[in-house]
Every structure is written in structure tokens, then in C-alpha cells.
């Protein structure tokens, strides 16, 4: 097993990206990425994700490419490729086995493969490492290395930085094991913790999001319940809050390419095991109700206003998954706007993070132009669904709640300027 000479990292996304520019302050890095126009990008100092600064691309040394002849010198490989969720709600692992198959077609002896994509556990040594093996002819543990190290980053977070949050890592031997934390030491300024195996790792990344997504799932319950009791949920937890082990979490849409999907591999684990992750489930079927039930209530408050639902205009601030953030992936407020539409309605969508060209690609919707903020008193009925903060100075007091319908999703605004809040 060989020391770090040159690092190479496997995709170049939200994760990937900003885990090469801190390797190569230290290290000869590789930046890889299959799309062609992804590696233009970042060679003329571009970053669509917006985690990396352009001074940050301009001052790295990274070698950006496309071309996987050039990652033959390399001695470590970081595989940081997406692993969401295919049309049956189960483990999507197509990227993960295509990165892994070109890291075997290039593996040497003694080389060191790192995996960071979210997986169930027992993937990296059940599933991985055997297609190194197969594809490289090389004797897993012996002739070449694996290890875990789950990826944490926040993204849009400017704060919680990659090296200001501490790193879990593993290693297939003992030996790996050391190498792989040493070498997330060098760059983790919070720290590293080493786990005994890489399943220890691989299950500690996934119970993170589903914890917090059966918490919010929690929050959307008694939310629905409060409603019912015509009580304000921001008001009973903020009371519930003041005892010192109330954890703060708050109802809301739950999408996004980690808690809307890590706890379901979880949960296709535990079938495999002969188990049923129920309460897991459970929690997933609550949250993936939440944007129907929004575009329910808003249809209700409608007709209850005597608003013909036949092509009323209807607008929805906000489509990505998160407040200040361009990720659109999973995104439940697509839900919401499906849902208006199959009552006839005519939807209107602005958000301005998302990118036009991938809200078209991914989900067939046009989004609206920012004249639409000058034009509210048009709409019979504003939907907030996502807390940016180009949303949050909007003048609502100037539109009467007795002509139209306005659904702050988020509680962004004073009770008393909406008719519904989760």
C-alpha cells in the first residue's frame, strides 16, 4: 500500500469538487468527471454548483479532465459519484459501479480506493470491492485497498465548511484504515473519527439523514394534527422548546439527494435482511405526503373563498429543495405544483437560484421571470415554498386575503399576513 502521491477524485459535484481544491493545497490532485462540459467549466474557473468560489478555482492546482488514461499514475482514488433512487424507490448504484469499474480498469498494485457516496451498509466490500477485483485482476486486501469515509457537506453552507465539519473514516484492513485517517486528518481541521470497519461507517452516514428525517417527519404529523385543533404549530413548538432536551425540528417539505433518499436504503437493507424498517417508512410516506397535502389545503382555502379553480392563477415561490441553493434534485415542491395542476389550476413557478435549462431538463416546467414579484395582486392564490431570502422582503401587506389565498410553507412571514402556515 502506497503513501499519497497522487489523489485522484472521482466526480466533480457538490461533494467532490470542494474535497479536491482542500486535497490540493496539500497534494497532487486529479479532478475526474465523465461530462466533458463539466470539466470546461471548471478549467475556465467555473463552478455551476456554486460551492467553489472562482478565486478558490483560480488559485487551485487541480488537473481537471475527462480523460481517464490520465488518472493511471495516481495512487489514491476518492469515488464521490451520486447514489440516488431508481423509479421503484429503490438503491440507484449504476453511477457508483460505472465510477468503479473505471477506477478498476486503471488500478495498481498497492493503490487505495476511497468511497464517500451514501450507500447502504455492506456496499463498498459486498459489492465494490469484488468489481475492482474482477475488473483489475487484482486480490482485494492484499494487492489493493478499500475504505469509507462518508461525505458531510452541507451544501450552500457557507459556515459548516468541509474541513470545519468532523470526517468519519475506515479503512478494509487495519493498516488502510490508518493510512485513509491520516490522510482526512491533513486536510479536516475539526478532526477525524476512525470506526473500526467500513460497515460502521457506511451505517453511521445513513442513520444521520434518516434521524432527521423521521424528526421532521414527527413535525409534519403534529402539524396536521394542530390543524385540526386550529392551533399555530410554530407557537406550540416554540413553548415546547423552552425545556432544555426539546430537539428543534420544524414540519416542512423533505427532498433534496440525502434525507428524501438515504433512509430508503436503509430500509432496502433491512429487506434484504428479512426485516421491516417500518417506523422508517412510515416516516418517508409522511414526509412524500407533504407537498399534496399543501396543494390540497391551498385548493380548500380557495373554493372556500369562491375561487373558480378552473385556470386560476396560482404562483409558487421557490422549486429547489433548499433555502439559497441551486439543487433542484428530488425536490418535493413539484409534488405541490402537480398537484395544483390536476385541480386545473394555472401554475406560475419563480425561483431565483434554479438554473432554467435544468428545471426544463428534469422536470418539464418553464419557470417563471422575476416580473412575476411586481405582479402578485394577479395571482389568486401565492404558495412560499421555499425560504430564499429574496423572498423573505416581499410586500405581502399590500394583498387582501379576502380576494386570494397565500400559503407561507416555511412560516417566513408573521402569522396574520397568511391563511396557512405548516
Known sequence: ?????????????????????????????????????????????????????????????????????????????????PTPLNSHQEPDLSFLLQATELVGSVLKLGDLVIYESTVYPG???????????????????????????????????????LSKIKKITSGSTPESAKLIDELYASIIEAGTFKTSSIKVAEAAKVIENTQRDLNIALMNELSLIFKGMNLETSEVLEAAGTKWNFYPFKPGLVGGHCIGVDPLYLAYKAKELGLEANLILTGRK?????????????????????????AAPVLV?????????????????????????????????????????????????????SEVLGNLSSYAAIIIAVAHDEFKSLNLATLSLKERVIYDVKGIYPPHLSDERL
Open 1 to 81: 500500500m502506497k503513501s499519497p502521491q497522487t489523489l485522484s477524485i472521482i466526480g466533480l459535484g457538490y461533494v467532490g469538487l470542494p474535497l479536491a481544491i482542500e486535497f490540493a493545497k496539500k497534494y497532487k490532485v486529479i479532478g475526474f468527471d465523465i461530462n466533458p462540459e463539466r470539466i470546461h467549466e471548471l478549467n475556465q474557473r467555473l463552478d455551476r454548483t456554486e460551492e467553489a468560489s472562482s478565486e478558490a478555482l483560480q488559485k487551485t492546482s487541480i488537473h481537471f479532465t475527462s480523460n481517464q488514461n490520465e488518472l493511471k499514475d495516481s495512487t489514491i482514488y476518492i469515488i464521490t459519484v
Open 123 to 161: 456496499c463498498t466490500e459486498e459489492i465494490c470491492a469484488p468489481l475492482l477485483a474482477k475488473k483489475s485482476g487484482l486480490i482485494f486486501n492484499q494487492e489493493f485497498f478499500c475504505g469509507y469515509s462518508p461525505e458531510r457537506i452541507n451544501p450552500g453552507d457557507k459556515t459548516r465548511t
Open 286 to 310: 409522511i414526509n412524500d405526503s407533504i407537498g399534496h397535502f399543501v396543494a390540497r389545503q391551498t385548493v380548500k382555502l380557495m373554493t372556500k373563498k369562491g375561487i373558480e379553480l378552473k
Open 317 to 369: 415561490l421557490g422549486l429547489t429543495f433548499k433555502e439559497n441553493f441551486s439543487d433542484i434534485r428530488n425536490s418535493k415542491v413539484i409534488d405541490l405544483i402537480q398537484e395544483l395542476k390536476s385541480f386545473h389550476c394555472h401554475v406560475d413557478c419563480y425561483d431565483p437560484k434554479a438554473r432554467a435549462e435544468e428545471v426544463q431538463r428534469e422536470y418539464g416546467l418553464t419557470l417563471a421571470s
